[in-house]
């Protein structure tokens, strides 16, 4: 009997890759292969399976990299070699997504297939430039068209083979893929009597950070367009509704729209601060420069965890330290009752949120978190046995601070600091080379060495507007590797560095005259354009 496996075609949303939903991440996570469109989002893919097979068959209107047909015949071929295949479009699968199509043939070939529905951009597209496409007040009807031409006519001859009449009576319109269209759109809507001062809005790379929108009126929103240099893939909506956008915008006044900002930390930690940022309204993009690694050697670390019960503190510099010696402490048998005749001290309070998960309390978190702060607030260590398991590669001060105060200190390695796979140097070599990044990140001193050395010889920083960093330690390893620093977080946290970043870039959107109300910024004056 021939294994056949499955095809599931799933809808990933408008763009945004928080809108897919929770059964198309599922199935995209289980899947071995995986066919994806052209405005699938690198962040969705990175949940696949390592070892999954990912194809990219996007089209567009300049050039298709495989027809349909050569698509069909793949999407069979694969799940005849009985693997689970995902066929990851955007939007919804059954909305101009030619998913029934691809249900048709897999059926005629005898291939299960699953269809995940989702989110479609004709009315989240809208929504996220802050246009209801229904509104009891003005309007209780839509219509969603494509304004592709069709093949083999000539689009402007045909009228898109639309019935522009039955349109020009719906309250709203929204018109997919119109962009190139839009003269022969505004005409022929104009043409049935539909009013020239009817309200437009043309949104282009709507739900996420590029998103830009243009408003006007049917008579004057395909010029505007073409002034504002506005490309595909763009959503158009003229109705009453478009008018509400200035009354109901909402994703691009947040405090960071718009601006793409390199993370430089290690990818098992990226994510958080990414989805943070995303939040804000940034473009975060991923650039690990460090990878935490365990010890090349378990002895000295082991030897510290057996002879836990004799040291009089236990201090941990990261979180990364606790979750290693925690480990360790594991295996060996031990718990949190290890720690008994110990007090604990940790640099800030993400690490004592480490301890805590574990039902440690830590007596110590200095109000400042540095080394030197551990030193000024530990109090009296002389002659105290103190274990200070940490990086390889952490720097001297507190070490050398505690010897000095009379303390007996063994300084143990609980992981490694190695710079990270420089698989995306290039990428990020040629979006520093083009301005498209505007800020930089760095998180420790490791990562700023890490990117310097990755990236050699440097490019030119012209387009990055802001350099970030987590505290003064990292900051001067920045300068001193040449980097401008423009922001330093008061709190030596993630979180506190994205706090430093809004309040930065928001004090500047102010000096530039900008209205509160309208915070969206002009890249331009990042040192990227917006076109």
């Not at 693997?83 to 059954?94: C, E, N, Y």
């Not at 975060?284 to 004799?310: H, K, M, N, Q, Y």
């Not at 607030?377 to 505690?402: M, W, Y």
């Not at 990055?464 to 423009?486: D, F, K, M, N, S």
Request: with cysteine; charged share 20%; proline share 6%.
């Amino acid at each position: 009997m021939t294994v056949t496996g499955t095809v599931y075609l799933i809808g990933a949303g408008p763009g945004d890759p928080g809108l897919i939903t929770v059964r198309g991440r599922r199935c995209l996570a289980e899947a071995d292969v995986v066919l994806y469109d052209r405005l699938i989002g690198d962040e969705l893919l990175d949940g696949t399976r390592p070892e999954a097979e990912l194809i990219y068959v996007g089209k567009s209107a300049q050039g298709h990299r495989l027809s349909q047909d050569e698509i069909n015949a793949l999407l069979v071929e694969k799940a005849r070699a009985g693997l689970k295949v995902a066929r990851l479009k955007g939007g919804d699968p059954f909305v101009f997504g030619r998913g029934g199509e691809e249900a048709q043939v897999l059926r005629a070939a005898g291939v299960p297939f699953d269809v995940v529905p989702g989110i479609t951009s004709p009315t989240a597209v809208p929504a996220y430039a802050g246009i209801p496409v229904t509104h009891r007040d003005v309007a209780s009807q839509f219509a969603v068209v494509t304004g592709h031409r069709r093949q083999g006519g000539t689009g402007a001859d045909e009228g898109l083979g639309l019935d522009w009449h039955a349109l020009a009576r719906m309250d709203t319109l929204i018109v997919l893929m119109g962009v190139g269209n839009l003269p022969v759109i505004s005409r022929e809507l104009l043409a049935v009597g539909r009013a020239p001062d009817t309200p437009a809005a043309l949104i282009r790379w709507g739900t996420t950070p590029r998103q830009e929108v243009v408003t006007g009126t049917l008579m004057t929103i395909a010029e505007q367009a073409q002034e504002a240099g506005l490309r595909p893939p763009a959503v158009l909506v003229v109705g009453r509704v478009a008018a509400l956008r200035e009354e109901l915008r909402w994703f691009d006044t947040r405090p960071l729209f718009g601006l793409r900002v390199l993370i430089t930390r290690p990818r098992d930690k990226a994510a958080q601060m990414a989805a943070r940022l995303r939040d804000l309204g940034a473009d975060p993009f991923i650039f690990p420069t460090i990878a935490i690694r365990p010890p090349e050697s378990w002895a000295a670390l082991d030897e510290a965890v057996v002879g836990l019960s004799t040291y009089d503190w236990v201090i941990f510099t990261s979180s990364n330290g606790v979750r290693f010696f925690w480990d360790r402490l594991m295996r060996a048998g031990g718990d949190a009752r290890s720690f008994a005749g110990a007090r604990l001290a940790a640099i800030g309070p993400v690490t004592a949120q480490e301890l805590g998960a574990r039902g440690l309390r830590p007596e110590l978190v200095p109000k400042q978190y540095v080394a030197e702060a551990i030193l000024e607030e530990i109090g009296d260590v002389a002659g105290k046995r103190i274990l200070v398991p940490r990086a390889d590669i952490a720097g001297p001060l507190l070490i050398e601070g505690l010897h000095a105060a009379g303390a007996h200190v063994d300084e143990v390695t609980a992981y490694r600091t190695l710079p990270a796979d420089p698989a995306k140097s290039e990428d990020v070599r040629s979006m520093l080379s083009d301005g498209e990044i505007d800020v930089l990140t760095f998180t420790s001193s490791s990562t700023v060495r890490n990117f310097v050395r990755t990236l050699e010889p440097l490019p030119q920083l012209s387009g990055v507007a802001v350099v970030g960093c987590i505290g003064p330690v990292t900051a001067q390893t920045a300068r001193e590797l040449g980097l401008p620093v423009h922001v330093t977080a008061a709190e030596h946290t993630v979180d506190g560095l994205i706090n430093a970043l809004v309040e930065h870039c928001s004090t500047r959107w102010r000096e530039d005259g900008r209205n509160d109300d309208h915070l969206t910024p002009s890249l331009s004056s990042f040192g990227r354009s917006s076109t």
